[in-house]
């Protein structure tokens, strides 16, 4: 398999010496030509996803390079076809370029006309198949219930793994990390993977609601209880019974409330307010924060003792800049949504965008990203767009980062995403990038990146 780490071009023409030339000045490029005498001959050799491009003349007998181009079209419209056309071609020329052809060649060409039409199409090529890529892959994220989280990077196999292991037990949990890491959507994520995703699923944001409010809210009240309460009313944690209740924000629960959670934590039954009947309960609590309790509750500004009945165990969620790797992945999963939606096409993401997003810290971590995505495919189809353009702050941020930091950052992407799709297998990597073993395995010393944490996925669900 040696020869095929080189991109194939196909060049189909009847004539004897093009094939010849037009072959030669591609291996001269690094290229892999194949060179079939007639288009019958070009479409045998076409795989799916084939990786490279095909170069056609027009004028050919039997299956002309329009035909051929046609067919190839419908097999795979992603796969650019470049055509050559002679003398008097101009009309076919035209109806050519309404069907799709990425470019044109004119007889006689220079070699290096050649290489560089090919060049350009066999980038968009890569960039086309990456994309394909990355779209299976989030087709296959798709199997676990709940709401879907993306991310393969180790940080979040991680976290995949905890949650797999937290769902199948009763204990409470507490979820800890910045705004917009993705709390809420863990939350619902861990209650639809356990035994309890056929019971409600209630959240409460403690950070929303008054004091006054929240406390019937949550106990719910007997009649008469206090002014106002005509009725009996059944409380979220009531309403809850059997499923699991999402207390966001707990860190801005009032000091009085956190009393009466704590020993709804312990004892698991309630009192409605004006009643001193306890009612039992079958809940589970999750917690979620994005302050370090520990501190608060050294000032005073959270219990103790509720900080260490919820602190066993805690699950904590990355900011998105320490799983830049996930980048593309995000984007891409967010692009597609908001193209769906608006019924727009997702504009690719190239090579100069992904550096854009690798280079930005995220402040405001997944949410930030999505809201980029989302402008992105708005915005991409009417302006000149330019990612770093709609990056908050206008400035990407690369201003913080060196162009060799952003470089390397990139390849540590490439090199992350190439173990994660092979699972791990280096082998298949070195290939893959096109890299010989020795410089392959230096960069993943290079970058910290372990074989091991890639094949975990697979041994682990
Ligand atoms: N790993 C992920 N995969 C897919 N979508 C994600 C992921 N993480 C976050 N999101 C999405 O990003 C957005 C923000 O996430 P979410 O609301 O869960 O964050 P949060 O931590 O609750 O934020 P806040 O602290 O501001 O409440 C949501 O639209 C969510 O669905
Ligand atoms: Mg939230």
Known sequence: MHESEATPVLIVDDEEHLRITAGQTLELAGYRPQTPSNAEAALAALSADYPGVLVSDIRMPGMDGLALLREVRRRDPDLPV????????????????????????????????????VRRAVEKRRLSLENRRLKAELDAQRAAPGPRIIGRTPAMQQLSAMLQRVSQVEADVLLF?????????????????????????????????????????LFGHEKGAFTGAVERRIGKFEYANGGSVFLDEIESMPLALQVRLLRVLQERSIERLGSNQSVALDIRIIAATKTDLKLAAERGEF??????????????IPPLRERREDLPLLF?????????????????????????????????????LRNLAERFVLLGATYDYRLERLVEGGDSGSGEMTLPQQVELFEKSLISQSLANHGGRVNEVCEHLGLPRKTCYDKLKKYDLRAEDYRLRHAGD
Not at 303 to 316: A, W
Not at 333 to 348: D, I, K, Y
Not at 349 to 366: E, I, K, R, T, Y
């Open 332 to 368: 891409q999963h967010f692009a597609v949504v908001a193209a769906n939606r608006s019924g727009l096409e997702a504009p690719p993401l190239d090579a100069a965008g992904v550096s854009v997003l690798m280079a930005h810290d995220w402040p405001g971590n997944v949410r930030e």
């Open 303 to 316: 219990r103790e003792d509720l900080y260490y009945r919820l602190n066993v165990v805690t699950v904590p």
């Open 82 to 117: 470049i055509l050559i056309t002679g003398h008097g071609d101009i009309s076919t020329a035209v109806e050519a370029m309404r069907e799709g052809a990425w470019d044109f060649l004119e007889k006689p060409f220079a070699g290096e006309r050649l290489t560089d039409v």
């Open 177 to 217: 990390g910045e705004t917009g890491v993705g709390k809420d959507l863990v939350a619902r994520a861990l209650h639809e993977r356990s035994a309890r995703s056929g019971h409600p699923f209630v959240a409460i944001n403690c950070g929303a609601m008054p004091e006054s409010i929240i406390e019937s809210e």
